[in-house]
């Protein structure tokens, strides 16, 4: 995630918040069941599934390839960055 995250990069991560639209969340990887990724929202749609995307979309596997996540593939909201 650019500006804000780089790789090994430490983050508090509160799986009880509410999640709107902006918000830089963690959540698995839809077809890699062992990777986690931080992305961030940027649609809710009708069907309760969230688009997400990187902030560094040139290089970013985010939404746009694997399509939108149900809410069971999403760990929490990402609250702040510790290192």
């Known amino acids: 995630m650019l500006p804000g995250l780089k790789d090994g990069d430490v983050v508090l991560v509160d799986p009880y918040a ?5 918000d830089v969340v963690l959540a698995r990887h839809p077809f890699k069941k062992s990777v986690q990724i931080i992305k961030r929202i940027k649609e809710i749609s009708p069907v309760n599934r969230y688009f997400l995307v990187g902030d560094n979309l040139p290089e970013s596997t985010d939404s746009r390839s694997f399509g939108a996540v149900p809410p069971k593939h999403l760990i929490g909201k990402v609250t702040c960055r510790l290192k």
């Open 18 to 22: 509410d999640l709107e639209i902006g």
